[in-house]
């Protein structure tokens, strides 16, 4: 597994949850040290810059990101999911990773979040990247109204 360098590292402010390259210390916004998200860059496969976290867990991480190939006049913003290698470390367990974001990536209704990359990355993590819905998270939603009918 080749080494990350230092200097391309993304950190985070753990207080707005924006991310910023490795040479940034502290949050301009709210003053706060920032610090390292484990050995994940600030720009994945030189393409999405990751902005901000929107979530993490057991098995990665989920940011919001910057499509840097998108057209220069519209940005397009992004989702992108970080799968920890230690999840997917098995050969079989890959193979079952790209073939769901494969199958994901080929769906297609209103009420899914289009896939539009997926991939392993050379550290063995392996990343998804997906439209980014606005809206209420089904999390506030199920804290406003309770427990949602059938």
């Known amino acids: ?33 920032l610090v390292n998200i484990e050995a994940i860059p600030r720009v994945v496969v030189d393409r999405y810059r990751l902005e901000r976290v929107l979530g993490r867990g057991d098995t990665g991480w989920v ?17 992108l999911k970080i799968i920890r290698a230690s999840v997917i470390a098995a050969p079989q367990a890959q193979d079952r990773f790209q073939e769901d974001a494969r199958v994901a990536s080929e769906l297609r209704h209103p009420n899914l979040a289009a896939v539009y990359a997926y991939g392993l990355l050379p550290d063995a993590n392996g990343y998804v990247v997906t439209e980014l819905v606005k809206g209420e998270s089904l ?3 199920m804290k406003r109204v309770g427990k949602l009918g059938a």
């Open 139 to 141: 999390r506030a939603r």
């Open 1 to 33: 597994m080749p080494a990350r360098r230092s200097d391309d590292v993304v950190r985070e402010c753990v207080s707005c949850k924006r991310c910023y390259d490795a040479r940034v210390k502290t949050c301009p916004e709210c003053f706060v040290e």
């Open 63 to 79: 940011f919001a990101a910057t499509d840097l190939k998108a057209e220069k006049d519209d940005p397009r913003e992004v989702v």
